[in-house]
Every structure is written in C-alpha cells, then in structure tokens.
C-alpha cells in the first residue's frame, strides 16, 4: 500500500562531514518523486536515510524526522530491519545474489525472518511479482537458472522483482538506468510508469530527460562548494521545473549553465 | 601438482630472427632450466618411493591393507595399514566436526559481527596461533589436555556410551585416545581455517550485502544470504588446509597418542595410530627394510591426501555457474 513520506529537518552525516544539512520534503504517495542535482550533492544519501540504509555505513549518522504516514521512521524503538521490510531498494548496480537461482532471489524477501510461505503461494507471488517487473515472459522457462546469467537489464527488472515480491510502501531507485543500455532503460522507465499505480516511488536520476519523462515532480539539490553539505534546492512539479523553476540554481543546472 | 609452470609462464620461443635480448634470454634459460630440474626431482621422487613401496609391500607376510599390527622389523615382516588409516581418518574427522563451525564462527565474529576495536587484535591473536610449532602445541596436549579430559570422557561415556562410539571399555583410564588428538588437532588447524575464512568474508562484495540488508535482512539473514554462499568454495579450501594439516600431524599426535595395534570404535581408549605418528615412532630404529615399509605407509597417506583434496574440488566445481566469482 502507497504512502506518503514526510521529511522534515534532515541532516545525514558520514562521520564528522555533514553530507546533507536540512532537508524536509514530502513525497506524494502512488506517484513518482524524481531527485536531480551535481553529483556528489547527496541524492544517494539522502535516498539511502528513507530506508535507513545511510546507517549501515561506519560512521553514519542521521538527524531529523522522516514520518511515513504516521510513524516516525527514526523514532525510538522503530526496528531498522522493519522499515527496510516496507521501503524497498533498488540499486544502481543491478545486484541480484549470485549463488541464488532467478525464483530464489525473487523469494528471497519473502523467507526472510521465518515469513516462510507454502510452497503454491510463493510461486503465485513469484510469478506475479516477475509479470509486474515485465520480466516473466523473458524467464519463466529458467527460473531455476541462476540470476546471475541474465542480461543487464534483466537483471534489474529481477532486482526490481526482488523489491516488489514484499509488496513494500515505497520504492526506492538509485540511478536505475546508469549501468544499462538505451533498450533496458526504456524498459524501466516504462516498467516505473506501470509500478506508480501501486507504489510511492522515488527515483534518483543524472539523466534530466529521464526525470522529465518518468517523474510527476521532480527535486533538485545542489551544494554551494566541494566539502559543503548538500540541501534540497527546490521540489515542484516536473513539468514546472523544467520549464518555469523558481529558483535560478535550478534553471542554471537544467539549462546546461551549470557551474 | 602442477608439473608444467615454464609451460605457461615462458613466453613463446622467438621464432626466426626476431631480436632477443640478453636478458629475456638469461631469464629464459633460469626459468626453463628450473622447471626442467623440478620436473626431474619429482619424477626422482616418484620412482623411488613407488619401488621402495613395491618392494617392501611385495615381501608384506600379513596384508598390507587389512592387517592391524606393524611389525616391519620382525622376521618374517607382518606390518599393514588398517589401523593407521583408521586412525588418521578418525582423528581428522573429530578435528574438522570441531573445527570447522568453531573457526566459521570467530571469522564471522572478527569480520561481521565484532566492533573494529576488537576485531583486529582478535585476528592478531588468530594469526599468532597459526604460528605455533606444533611440537608446543603436542606438550601442551601431553601435559594439560590429557590430565584435563577426564571429566569430560566421563561425561560421554555416562551419558553417551549407548553409542558404542562413546564407550569406555576401562573408564578412568588416561585420555590418550583419538579422541582427544582429535580435540588436539581441531585446536590446531582453527587458527588456519578461521583465518582464511575471514579473508574470504571479508571479500564479500558490499553490494551483495545490501542487496540482503535493503530486503530486510538481520544481520546473521544478511550472512546467510549473501556472506555464506559467497564464501562457500573459500571455505572449502581453508577446511582443506584445516584437514591437510591435521591428516598429516606428526609430533603433536604422537606425543598424545598411546597407540597400538586396535581397531575400535571406542575413540574414548587408548588406542589406535595414525600414518604421521606411526612414521614417527618407527623411524628411528627401523632397517631398511622397515623404513621401505614406512614409506608405503607414507604412499598411501599421500593418496588419502589427493582423494580429499579431489574431492573438495568437486564439491567446488558443482555449483561453479553459481559462485560469486561470476557475477
Ligand atoms: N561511504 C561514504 N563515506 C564518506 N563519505 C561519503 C560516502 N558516500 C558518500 N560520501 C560523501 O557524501 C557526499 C554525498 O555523496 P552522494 O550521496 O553519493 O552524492 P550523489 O549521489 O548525489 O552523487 C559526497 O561529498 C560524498 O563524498
Ligand atoms: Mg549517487
């Protein structure tokens, strides 16, 4: 079930550099949030405190709130290994795991912690999970082969596979498409469109077209200097910020004039 | 046993004229000529052990393989290998069940679970161990271990004897049994074992660890998920360093070991050899003839070697398109 994010006074640090300094936003649910901006502006860390994966870094640290509809994500006693369980992660690198079988990886989050489902409900999941990543038709003749064997971009429509079997409330994406060719891309991208139905999603992009052409609205962050903290510029309608941003930073960076 | 290493390092002999300079030509010749000269020596090896094994086997008055006793020296000669085969698959047996969870659990500790702090001093010590002679670690069995295991041999044959396996056909008496080389081995090859499966786990690509943890994933699913599958043909190796070195003990095994010529189940009694062990006790005394007898033994101890070491590559080779390595 979608829901909606709530940031407010966000600040994430690695050790004693302050990576990002303040941020509060709110992600609609059943849309798609995309996050743009130089790199090294802290997308990827923001995105990795929305499921508490900032903190398994050494050393990292996140202050503020982030309210999933109504709980606290970073309040006392919220068990991290549960707020993975319903923000789910999709990495820049497809990463499925390499000793597991195409059915395994998409059924890996569904046997963890002793959820261990009967055998006929886990392959319905299995497959409707793969149909929902538009990967079924591709493997369901090899779904004892390894996930490892599969293209690039099969095996990110596997790790999204993966995310999606737990039925989580929010997606998050880590630049997706960055290790994958235009055809892949285009997969995803279409596959981001169909997910929207059912999901929050949160998209971290380089790509300014692909942002324009996934997301609903778009963020953009920047950091005034190298060693400065990264901070959450401007968060409107996609359309609006690529065509009418209020701030200059903004149109500077999608105009080219970046810089 | 790879015999061919000029084979595959040599570059390609120059053909026609091409220009060879003194160097690569000096470096040619040292490498060739020390690839020839170890092929020779090993083939010498070969040849001697094999006739000395022929000889001493084919004048064998018991069976070589089945008779119990060794009495090599003895006119006419009865000696086999029924109890040292028995005896040094056993022991080692005992140090890997003991081993092998043990050391898997402290490389986990020092390279998953344990705060840095603690974890490289905790390796440190682990290195350490691993350099121990392992004569010290034979007294220390001699003189500690033994007097020490009475209570718990006592233990296991209270409550364990209806094994067989656990039985003490004397209770009370010294614990210089299998058994116990076998607890004195296992705390032999942990320090191998654990350190190469540390390196080994903390080779984990940190991508496959969070594909785990963003699922969801504690930190021992995390382990099992990602850190044991990935790791598995690295621990395969590191438990055969483990049990190479534990089937080939010498000191520490025959400084414990009271041995003699039975073959029992009861790994609680004093008795029983091992090849390493045998080796050492008879050498120094034996004839010629008797020390032919040892190297058959010694021959045979080797093959054992090969077949576990074949063995263990199988097991890697399998699920080869599902290792790690080939993502
Ligand atoms: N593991 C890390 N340890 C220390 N600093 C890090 C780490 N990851 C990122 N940073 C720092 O945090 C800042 C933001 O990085 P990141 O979130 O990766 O930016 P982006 O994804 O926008 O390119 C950068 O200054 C980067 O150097
Ligand atoms: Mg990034």
């Keep these: ?259 | 046993m790879d015999t061919t290493p000029t084979d595959s390092l040599a570059p390609p002999a120059p053909a026609g004229k091409t220009v060879t300079r003194a160097g690569d030509r000096v470096f040619l010749g040292l490498s060739r000529g020390s690839g020839i000269l170890l092929l020779v020596i090993m083939a010498a090896i070969a040849v001697f052990l094999t006739v000395r094994t022929i000889s001493a086997v084919s004048q064998d008055h018991g069976n070589f393989l089945t008779t119990f006793e060794w009495n090599a020296d003895n006119t006419p000669p009865v000696f086999g290998i029924a109890v040292l085969a028995y005896g040094t698959v056993v022991s080692s047996v005992i140090a890997m069940v003991i081993a092998l969870p043990v050391s898997i659990g402290i490389a986990l500790f020092i390279s998953h679970y344990a705060p840095r702090r603690v974890a490289s001093p905790l390796a440190y010590v682990v290195d350490l161990l691993a350099a121990v002679p392992s004569i010290v670690y034979g007294l220390w069995g001699a003189l500690y271990l033994v007097p020490h295991m009475q209570g718990l041999t006592a233990w296991l044959d209270q409550y364990l004897g209806w094994t067989v396996v656990f039985k003490q056909s004397a209770p009370g008496t010294a614990a210089r049994s299998l058994f116990t080389v076998g607890i004195l081995l296992a705390i032999m090859i942990i320090p191998i074992i654990t350190n190469v499966s540390r390196e080994v786990f903390r080779q984990v690509p940190r991508a496959h660890e969070e594909a785990a943890l963003a699922l969801g994933a504690t930190r021992w699913e995390v382990v099992r998920m990602s850190v044991l599958p990935f790791a598995r043909s690295g621990i395969v190796s590191a438990s055969m360093l483990g049990l190479g070195r534990a089937l080939g003990e010498t000191m520490a095994v025959a400084t414990v070991l009271s041995s003699s010529p039975v073959l029992t189940a009861h790994i609680l009694d004093p008795a029983g050899g091992t090849f390493a062990q045998n080796i050492a006790s008879h050498f120094g005394e034996a004839t010629d003839f008797g020390r032919d007898a040892l190297i058959a033994s010694g021959l045979v101890l080797f093959v054992i070697t090969l077949l576990v070491n074949g063995a263990a590559r199988m097991i890697i080779a399998r699920r080869k398109e599902y290792s790690g390595a080939a993502a």
């Design chain 1, 1 to 259: 079930m979608a829901k909606r994010i709530d940031v407010s006074g966000l600040s994430a640090y690695y050790g004693n550099h302050l990576a990002i300094e303040d941020i509060s936003m709110t992600v609609e649910p059943r849309s798609v949030t995309a996050f743009i901006g130089p790199s090294g502006c802290g997308k990827s860390t923001f995105l990795r405190t929305l499921n508490r994966m900032h903190e398994v870094t050494p050393g990292g640290r996140v202050e503020g709130k982030v309210m999933l509809d109504e709980e606290n994500l970073y309040g006392a006693g919220v068990d991290p290994v549960a707020v993975r369980r319903t923000v789910g992660m999709v990495f820049q690198r497809p990463n499925p795991f390499p000793t597991m079988s195409i059915y395994d990886n998409v059924a890996a989050g569904l046997r963890l912690n002793g959820t261990a489902k009967r055998k006929k409900d886990l392959d319905t999941i299995v497959e409707r999970s793969l149909v929902g990543a538009n990967l079924w038709n591709e493997v369901k003749d090899r779904l004892n082969k390894p996930g490892a064997g599969l293209s690039g971009g099969q095996q990110q429509r596997l790790c999204i596979a993966r995310a999606i079997a737990v039925e989580p409330d929010v997606l998050l994406m880590d630049e997706p498409c960055s290790a994958l060719d235009p055809i892949s891309t285009l997969a995803i991208e279409d596959l981001i469109g169909e997910l929207k139905e059912r999901f929050t999603i949160v998209i971290v992009t380089h790509n300014m077209q692909q942002a324009a052409r996934v997301s609903d609205r778009t963020a953009f962050f920047n950091l005034a200097g190298v060693g400065q903290p990264g901070r959450l510029i401007e968060l409107d309608e996609t359309q609006r910020i690529f065509s009418n941003p209020s701030a200059q930073a903004t149109e500077d960076y999608i105009s080219g004039r970046f810089g």
